[in-house]
């Protein structure tokens, strides 16, 4: 018996582990998106829990928020409803713990920037965090221009936007950075400038998941566009603002008819501004 | 003392421990691909994954051989015969002291080959806004170096007054943490903001605990090699001097320890 035990031991727990391991994997699979992005504990605690590895410890929270967002992302090939509104502010306080362990860590300020103003809508929270990148990355130009990007389209805020235009313009090298400055004084093109920071984005992007977010976005900002200039052209030939985006359509100042992405449904707002019923997001199905 | 300190690299390598290093070294393998998940710093995460792998063999090397060197000899009944020759337990405990630290350099040289490797495998596909700087990173591998050093001297402190060696690898380990937080902690409390907080005794107290303990804060140089600073020259030059000087005060203390010891 003693002789047997610990080959049957070997063979029970062999076949065992290979009875469970797929359910296992399957459960660890299908485990709900707010699960993967789990709990982590105050950066208050684990500044000191990382000893010598902070740099690590915030690229690995910037890795946590990465993949849940990949998920999300991935959820929208299913369709335009994803099953659960994703975590923004769990995403963002994550985010935020990042670069109190590694200030200069870049992913963290990228992330951030797409998520919190775009999706979460929080534009302050979001140009304090490139502020406080900034005191760090000296020598990078990509934060002022969010910052700048965010104060002239999401705050309307031109002086700022201006200034921030001109930092990285200054750390950069880059003319573009300085008329856009001037652009962004002069309070113009709004949907125009949006496209031109999307499709810099969309180039610049490394990330498949990020990448594809900006690329939604940025095909909804283009269909805006058209439909924007459509409205110039009735404007021009009939005297008069159009009712609705859908009399553009009959009346073909706009060919082919708009297609919002996120699945909503372009309208012209009473003050004649180009809005959809998506507000830029996909729909979520509540419980 | 060269005798002890060949003999105590032959025993490392005769316990495999360095091709237990190669076995962990393979992950640099897996770095470059690793730190292509970054969206806006491969090279710097290169640049992390490396140091911290380094980092972490490195302290398992300076807790685990450090901490159990002396009790694996006295266990063997080795410190004995050695002793028995005409050789002072000075000379023995400092030999061995060399040897780890001769074994730990010679890893983190090895290491450190294999990582800049990496990062220029990684920087080469994914190339940097900001040029790596070789000699900062490599300044900031002889630091964690000595930093590692300085802690088998810990270890080795408080095997001499161990019995077990659950006292030389836990006790090191807690300094390890401690190490890291105390500069943080001596601020803190000698701020105005902890002006009312913080009792006059309790600040004392601190005080005393961040002289005693060694302060790691200062050996760490990842931020200037990650993301290419220059390092305070002078500042390096104080931090050489305080590895010098801290690790003759606990080697110092461990041999005077060590003579005193009773061996039956």
């Not at chain 1, 047997?4 to 699979?29: D, E, H």
């Not at chain 1, 610049?204 to 939604?216: D, L, R, V, W």
């Not at chain 2, 316990?15 to 897996?30: E, K, P, Y």
């Amino acid at each position: 018996m003693s002789k047997q035990l610990p080959m049957m031991l070997l063979l029970i727990g062999l076949f065992s582990y290979a009875v469970l391991m797929g359910p296992f994997t399957s459960y660890m699979r299908d485990k709900p998106i707010e699960e993967k992005l789990g709990y982590v504990p105050s950066i208050k605690l684990l500044k000191p829990l990382s000893a010598d590895q902070k740099e690590l410890a915030g690229a690995s929270l910037v890795l946590k928020v990465m993949m849940y967002f990949g998920n999300i992302v991935s959820l929208s090939h299913e369709g335009p409803v994803i099953s659960k509104p994703p975590d923004l502010q769990g995403m963002s306080r994550l985010l935020h713990g990042a670069v109190q362990l590694d200030p200069y860590n870049m992913d963290a300020y990228y992330f951030a920037q797409g998520i919190l103003t775009w999706d979460a809508r929080q534009y302050k929270v979001a140009n304090d965090l490139l502020e406080h990148g900034m005191k760090y990355r000296t020598w990078d130009w990509y934060l002022p221009y969010f910052a700048g990007f965010n104060y002239a389209y999401f705050l309307k805020d031109y002086p700022k936007a201006a200034h921030y235009y001109n930092l990285a313009g200054d750390l950069s090298g880059e003319a573009l950075y300085k008329n856009l400055a001037g652009r962004y004084l002069q309070e113009s093109g709004q949907t125009e400038l949006a496209i031109a920071y999307l499709t810099g984005m969309v180039h610049t992007s490394t990330n498949g998941a990020i990448k594809q977010s900006y690329e939604i976005r940025l095909k909804a900002f283009r269909e805006v566009r058209r439909i924007e200039l459509a409205v110039d052209r009735f404007v021009v030939e009939q005297g008069g603002k159009p009712a609705s985006v859908e009399l553009l359509v009959q009346t073909r100042y706009l060919k082919p008819a708009p297609v919002d992405p996120y699945g909503g449904r372009f309208y012209l707002d009473p003050s004649g501004k180009v809005s959809t019923t998506s507000k830029f997001a996909f729909a979520t199905k509540h419980k | 003392m060269l005798n002890i300190m060949k003999v105590t690299l032959k025993g490392i390598f005769r316990d495999r421990v360095f091709q237990g290093i190669m076995v962990l070294a393979s992950l640099f393998l897996f770095i470059p691909s690793a730190a292509s998940l970054s969206m806006r710093q491969v090279t710097e995460l290169s640049i992390t994954l490396s140091l911290s792998l380094i980092s972490f063999i490195l302290l398992l090397l300076a807790v685990f051989l450090g901490a159990t060197s002396l009790w694996k000899d006295m266990e063997r009944r080795y410190t004995f015969s050695v002793l028995s020759l005409p050789i002072s337990r000075t000379t023995y405990l400092l030999g061995r002291f060399f040897g780890l630290a001769l074994f730990i350099l010679l890893t983190s040289a090895v290491l450190g080959a294999a990582a800049c490797l990496a990062i220029k495998f990684a920087s080469t596909i994914y190339p940097s806004e900001r040029a790596v700087v070789w000699s900062w990173l490599a300044l900031a591998l002889l630091f964690a170096t000595l930093k590692y050093i300085l802690l088998v001297a810990v270890a080795m402190l408080l095997s001499t007054v161990s019995t077990s060696f659950f006292l030389p690898i836990f006790g090191t380990l807690c300094a390890f943490m401690a190490s890291g937080i105390t500069q943080q902690v001596y601020e803190y409390v000698h701020s105005p903001a902890a002006a009312d907080a913080i009792s006059p005794l309790a600040k004392s107290a601190v005080s005393v605990v961040y002289h005693l303990l060694p302060n790691l804060a200062g050996f760490d140089l990842k931020v200037n090699a990650i993301y290419s600073f220059a390092p305070n020259l002078a500042g390096l030059g104080i931090t050489a001097a305080y590895f010098c000087a801290y690790t003759a005060m606990l080697l110092g203390g461990a041999t005077l320890l060590f003579n005193r010891r009773e061996m039956k």
